[in-house]
């Protein structure tokens, strides 16, 4: 009972939270959890039929007061892939920003908390509102690089200047 085991936190998380009518299962914020938990893709809709969908999203048994609220691993089901997403609210609309790709050994929950403290210490401001998008500023870093080769390339180089000066003098 007090091994090591059960210390390190190796359980799923089959805390069940109750909210309305429906419980909500929550996984725990661990290596092990999310390596050995497989997603259910059926469900029932509203006429009680089971019905198939492509991804499903469960969300971590982390407190809503962390920088960690809103983050949800999300597994595909053609290709049982695992990826952490960050589920947010900016200017009244709810964004998912992806975060990688769950691979043990590579990108791990440590390395997932890592970029999500970085992320929200750049885009919130101290009481954990979102100030800035995550999302554009993922974009416009993009684009500056596009910008930059773009821009490069149109440098000459000197051959090539040397050669326009003289067609342009010695036609």
């Not at 969300?59 to 290709?79: A, E, M, N, W, Y």
């Amino acid at each position: 009972e007090n091994g090591p085991d059960n210390k390190l936190g190796t359980e799923l998380g089959h805390d069940k939270i109750s909210r309305s009518r429906t419980q909500k299962f929550k996984l725990k914020f661990t290596d092990f959890a999310v390596e050995k938990y497989t997603s259910n893709f059926i469900y029932l809709d509203k006429n009680g039929a089971t019905k198939s969908r492509d991804r499903a999203y469960t969300p971590f048994d982390v407190s809503r007061h962390t920088i960690l609220k809103g983050l949800k691993l999300v597994q595909f089901q053609k290709t049982k892939k695992k990826y952490f997403i960050l589920r947010y609210w900016f200017n009244g609309k709810s964004k998912d920003l992806t975060i990688g790709e769950f691979k043990p050994g590579v990108f791990t929950c440590r390395e997932c908390e890592d970029r999500v403290y970085e992320i929200a210490r750049a885009h919130q401001d101290h009481k954990g509102r979102w100030v800035k998008d995550p999302m554009a500023t993922i974009h416009n870093e993009k684009t500056k690089i596009v910008k930059a080769d773009i821009e490069e390339s149109h440098k000459l180089t000197i051959n090539e200047v040397i050669i326009r000066l003289c067609k342009a003098n010695f036609p």
